[in-house]
């Protein structure tokens, strides 16, 4: 499977002569609609592989927000790969879209406080909860296997570094820049590290603050010296937080639920053959590109790759 990538024939790039491409990876999908699309899948992929492949067919259990696109989207993994799957969920909340559609794919889901949560780092405890599954499930410890919050298991980041060599075939060359956003750095971390050092990289992350950097070169840390950077100036806010324009009146039921449903409106994307976006990770992504074309920071007869990683919108 690979995604698309498309023109973007935009008025400020044209301006700034610059040719810009979105990598369509809210298209790499099996799933078309569900949140299993675009770096959700690519993170999951060698996890997924695994157990299809696996003699006796384990169980996967992982962890997530009540509002995450990775509950979403293992969920519908489970379903869409008939693999048995249980999320561990943060908070009190027992009903929302988001967790309606994870049960509906048939994974069952745990609430748990934000305290015991935080434990989920702690191996003890995860070997506890393994037992526990284990036991209620009646299959042997060793096929309940856990998948990190946000699907960043080992060979997670390689397998989301694989969508830069498409971009290079496709393109037909080596792209000037790629741009693309983060959340907890691990996609960047495989792109970065599949990437030619003629690219420069581009990292928006979605979240505030400065220890993206930090967090990037924790997935993959041979990445220190590479051609890339954090641009930390369009996270709006916080993470999943954005200006209200963005979401449109008919999705708006859903909008308050970060992750879910919502449209980008900033207008002039909206005119522009641009794809839909979604505001906690996208939207921000597209919005600081286009800023940064207009201040003319990328070198003029230059190529631009924004990937679009998915999510709902
Ligand atoms: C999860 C997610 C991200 C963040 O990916 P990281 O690998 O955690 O940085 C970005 N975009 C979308 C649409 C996502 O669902």
Redesign the pocket.
Known sequence: MTSPLQQIRHPAAKKADVELWCKRD?LYTAAPGT?L????VR?LEPVILAALAAPVKPLLFSFGGAF???LS?IATAGRVYNLPVVVFVRGEEADNPVLDQARADGAELILISRSEYRMKGNHGWLLAKREEIAARYGIAKTSAWPVPE???APG??ES?GKLYLEIVEELGSVPDYVC???????????VISAASSATHVEVY??LKGDWMTKEIIGFLPNIEGKNWSCISDYHFGGYARFPKEWVSESNLSRSTSP?TRALALIADIGQSGMPPL?P???AK?FYGVLDRIRKGVYTRGSTVVVV?????Y
């Open positions: 809210d949140a699309q675009g770096n959700k993170k995450s696109n990775h989207a946000g699907g960043s997670a980041a989301v693309l956003s983060a959340g907890t750095g691990c996609s960047a971390a495989g992350p979605a992750g979604d906690v990770y996208n992504l679009h990683s998915g999510g709902i």
